[in-house]
């Protein structure tokens, strides 16, 4: 299947060079045409009229994890609200990348006005994206991976969330110690730069030693294997950080294990309710939550904009925190606008 992903990436490719001139590559964490979401009504106006007969297509890279449903539960917040029609769908898993390329093509095949697209990796998408370019359908990279041609990108500072959990070790631990990086897919920039983020920021205090970092491909049982092994050969590690809260989750279960809870500290990073419900109980340490209900909203409310034609920054930058035992309550609000409010005044 890779073989044949890359084929036809590489087909793509090849007759996307004039798109790919007319754009840099795309960092989403330092490009500076770039506006928070906060400032969207008071730079861009309100909110253009919505037009009821829209058909607005969201690609997930999976739902079998959490984040990614509630992505999706924000984009469907904002259909209801205007009456205009969602498809938000995703591939079975997320190795399943030609499987995410195939549900792109097809809603553009449909007639689709918009995707809202989550790629798996940095190209996968690619070859949809350079589709919808040539059909004029507005294409927002949400979150994660980033496509280096992406025109438009809604998300948070992705290496901002592991300089977020080292400064937290920098204050916790100022005599420093051990401690091990679980990264996410190999790959796809959202897991190179949370893993950046926190090595460069650790570097500065010269205290701390980095035994490990290892993928753990998003998953739980990956993580807990390779928690597993690196307790066993540094058992007076003090802390991990886990490219994502599913791992994190698993990281939990093998310092539970080896009876190392009070000792290691575990953060993750999305902000899933498993984390914030771990956290309560004293389990993980923390998490740094980029609300993607919040940012599913945000994100919605620029595909409007650009279907409406307005001319937006590339990249609009969505909210995040580091969440502990704290301020755990305060951010368990269920009251959105409550959420808004709390963000905005970060």
């Known amino acids: 299947m890779k073989k044949l992903l890359l084929a036809v990436i590489a087909s793509s490719l090849l007759c996307s060079t004039v798109y790919a001139a007319e754009l ?6 330092t490009e500076p045409d770039r506006t928070d979401w906060t400032q969207l009504d008071s730079k861009y106006g309100a ?14 890279k999976t739902l079998t994890n959490e984040y990614w ?17 969602l498809a938000y769908q995703a591939a079975a898993n997320e190795d399943d990348q030609l499987g995410q390329l195939s549900i792109a093509e097809t809603l553009i095949s449909q007639g689709f006005n918009g995707l809202l ?3 798996q990796t940095d190209i996968n998408l690619e070859p949809a994206l350079e589709s919808a370019s040539s059909k ?11 496509m280096p041609n992406a025109r438009y990108y809604v998300g948070n500072v992705q290496k901002d969330n592991g300089v977020r959990v080292a400064k937290w070790f920098i204050q916790h631990h100022p005599q420093g110690g051990k401690v091990a990086v679980i990264e996410g897919q190999p790959g796809v920039y959202a897991a190179g730069q ?38 066993q050969q540094h058992p007076d590690l003090i802390g991990f950080y886990a490219n ?41 340490t923390g998490t740094v939550d980029s609300f993607p209900v919040l940012t599913g909203e945000v994100a919605m409310d620029v ?22 035992k704290e301020n755990v309550d305060a951010f368990s609000t269920k009251d959105n606008n409550r959420l808004r409010q709390l963000l905005a005044q970060q």
Do not use: C, H
């Open 117 to 119: 697209v989550s790629p």
């Open 303 to 324: 595909m409007i904009r650009l279907i409406n034609g307005q001319k937006l920054s590339r990249v609009v930058s969505t909210p995040q925190a580091l969440i502990t």
């Open 47 to 60: 909110l253009p009229k919505v037009d009821k007969s829209l058909k607005i297509g969201g690609v997930s």
């Open 244 to 284: 994502n809260d599913t791992m994190a989750l698993g990281v939990v279960e093998a310092v539970r294990a080896q009876n190392k809870a009070s000792q290691v500290a575990i953060f993750g990073t999305d902000g899933i309710s498993d984390a914030y419900a771990s956290i309560k109980r004293g389990e993980l």
């Open 136 to 146: 004029k359908i507005p294409v927002v990279n949400v979150n994660d991976a980033v």
């Open 24 to 29: 840099a590559p795309l960092q989403s964490d």
């Open 69 to 85: 449903r509630s992505l999706g539960e924000g984009y469907q917040n904002v259909a209801k609200k205007y009456g205009f029609t």
């Open 194 to 231: 949370r893993t950046r983020g926190f090595k460069e920021t650790l570097a500065t205090a010269g205290k701390f030693t980095i035994v490990a970092s290892v993928p753990a491909n998003w998953s739980r049982e990956q993580a807990f294997n390779a928690a597993s092994t690196i307790l």
